[in-house]
């Protein structure tokens, strides 16, 4: 058979050694096509690469806060993601950093204090606290300025409205449309017989209730804003007494028939009665406004990498 074609690196695999080359013609040990192989140089792996840092360095004053720090305060910033968190727990160390560094410098100290659970204060917190206290001062409300918010919020300084009401609860069974549909059209009719009706009630809330309630004819007694789930809450602050709600009000715990026999309405409340509670606010606003301010000072002198304070944004110390 005749030989189109020889390979001559074929030829060359033959005699790859020099040594023991065979001599014959075409051979090729010496002039074969070097490997694309040639000069290449295994990695080292004994030694893993160094991981790159998840954020770019913070620190206050030339002192490093440890990225592992800042992840473990992380954990007590919820946020809508993780990097609004690493730049709320960022935020709150670099305060925390500037403030232990001015106590030291103004050597300004403080014994730890231990809170209604035990729980004891480290140093560098008593030192802030002991700080704060001789730096941060916030003027004391006035009598006039008290006087003034009140009569500016009055709606805030009503005693709450008082409410009876009666009720019929029908429960659903969970996950279930077919029950959820069946016990609002049964909802419904028992609402049509009382219209027509009304002093069918407690016998109805007797039989047919599934609250505890139904051994006084359904009778929550008096409730106030938070005392019942919100959905009867909001029904209820629309009623006038003696009316029955026209529709059954669903909540998680089945669909309720309201029924208002009374209401007393919240009054306003004496201006000498809150007075010391209106002015124990303005004073919490006012101090916090100051520390604010004396962490806007310190900022504003310090060296800081990686987080921008902005006094101006709200308070800065929880």
Request: charged share 25%; hydrophobic share 35%; glycine share 6%.
């Amino acid at each position: 058979m005749t030989t189109i074609y020889q390979n001559p690196t074929l030829e060359a695999d033959k005699c790859s050694d020099s040594e023991t080359c065979c001599g014959t013609e075409g051979c090729g040990s010496s002039s074969a096509p070097s490997s694309s192989y040639e000069g290449y140089v295994e990695p080292d792996t004994k030694v893993p690469p160094k991981a790159q840092p998840l954020m770019r360095e913070v620190s206050v004053n030339g002192i490093a806060i440890a990225e592992a720090a800042i992840l473990a305060e992380a954990q007590l910033h919820p946020a809508k993601n993780p990097g609004e968190a690493l730049k709320a727990a960022s935020t709150a160390l670099v305060i925390h950093a500037l403030l232990v560094q001015e106590a030291n410098r103004l050597k300004v100290t403080a014994d730890p204090e231990e809170d209604g659970d035990g729980n004891v204060e480290c140093q560098d917190d008593a030192n802030i606290r002991a700080l704060i206290e001789q730096e941060a001062k916030a003027p004391q409300s006035s009598e006039e300025e008290c006087r003034r918010y009140y009569e500016n919020n009055r709606e805030r300084f009503c005693s709450a409205a008082i409410y009876e009401a009666r009720h019929i609860l029908l429960p659903v069974s969970q996950g279930d449309p077919t029950s959820e549909e069946k016990v609002r059209a049964q909802a419904k009719d028992m609402i049509a017989h009382l219209v027509k009706k009304p002093s069918d009630f407690s016998s109805m809330a007797k039989e047919f209730s599934a609250c505890s309630s139904k051994e006084h004819g359904g009778n929550l007694g008096q409730i106030t804003r938070g005392s019942t789930v919100s959905e009867f809450e909001r029904v209820v602050e629309q009623m006038t007494p003696g009316e029955l709600w026209p529709d059954p009000v669903d909540s998680r715990f089945g669909f309720h028939i309201v029924l208002l026999d009374h209401m007393v309405p919240g009054e306003t409340l004496p201006f000498d009665y809150v007075k010391d509670r209106i002015a124990a606010w303005l004073e919490a606003a006012s101090w916090s406004r100051a520390v604010s301010q004396y962490i806007g000072v310190l900022a504003g002198e310090a060296t800081i990498c990686g987080v921008t304070l902005d006094a101006a944004d709200g308070p800065l110390v929880q």
